[in-house]
T-cell receptor, first 117, second 109 residues
Framework: NAGVMQNPRHLVRRRGQEARLRCSPM?????VYWYRQLPEEGLKFMVY????????ESGMPKERFSAEFPKEGPSILRIQQVVRGDSAAYFC???????????????FGPGTRLTVL | RKEVEQDPGPFNVPEGATVAFNCTYS??????FFWYRQDCRKEPKLLMS???SGNEDGRFTAQLNRASQYISLLIRDSKLSDSATYLC??????????FGQGTTLQVKP
């Protein structure tokens, strides 16, 4: 059973460009979470999605950031008009069911390291 | 105040030593508790879940005190391969994980 897949592993963008980060959850998992780790900081929750639904986006910046998890295909985190402060590691995690009650562990992908020049 | 607080360390210990990490959390409504391990800023990997009754997995023992909102991790007989950053993590009832800053452990020969 393949783990959580993320691509690209490394992404370089110039200021003002768009960044698209992809996450394929583990087989059988329908819940996806995105986290961001800024340099020298801990991981911060961004958004929680279930197939075709955003469940919790309380950690998403209000502008330039969006996320989706379509019925078919991977989850996408999109950052428009990137700025240097967006440089970070973006990790995706998946679980088979809602993990809020401690019933399902979140498994993390290898992350995408975004560098904005 | 941070939602999850850890001493960042680093903890430098010799092989074979016993080392303990502590963590406090601010939200009494937190549902679940975990220790994750992160190597060189790779992806976090679940080390163990933490229960009020305490739980042990080989050389690792975790404890939760809900009244004090305090979580601990004890590592016995440290190995070189234990060198990593240990993340104290709590989850809300909505499913999101809230991470501490991490405690860095360096085990030396």
């Amino acid at each position: 059973n393949a783990g959580v897949m993320q691509n690209p592993r490394h992404l370089v963008r110039r200021r003002g460009q768009e960044a698209r980060l992809r996450c394929s959850p583990m087989k059988g998992h329908s819940h996806v979470y995105w986290y961001r780790q800024l340099p020298e900081e801990g991981l911060k929750f961004m958004v929680y999605l279930q197939k075709e639904n955003i469940i919790d986006e309380s950690g998403m910046p209000k502008e330039r950031f969006s996320a989706e998890f379509p019925k078919e295909g991977p989850s996408i985190l999109r950052i428009q008009q990137v700025v240097r402060g967006d440089s970070a590691a973006y990790f995706c995690a998946s679980s088979p069911g809602p993990s809020g009650r401690g019933t399902d562990t979140q498994y993390f992908g290898p992350g995408t390291r975004l560098t904005v020049l | 105040r941070k939602e999850v607080e850890q001493d960042p360390g680093p903890f430098n210990v010799p092989e074979g030593a016993t080392v303990a990490f502590n963590c406090t959390y601010s939200n009494s409504a937190s549902q679940s508790f975990f220790w994750y391990r992160q190597d060189c800023r790779k992806e976090p990997k679940l080390l163990m879940s933490v229960y009020s009754s305490g739980n042990e997995d080989g050389r690792f023992t975790a404890q939760l005190n809900r009244a004090s909102q305090y979580i601990s991790l004890l590592i016995r007989d440290s190995k070189l391969s234990d060198s990593a950053t240990y993340l104290c993590v709590v989850s809300s009832n909505t499913g999101k994980l809230i991470f501490g800053q991490g405690t860095t452990l360096q085990v030396k020969p």
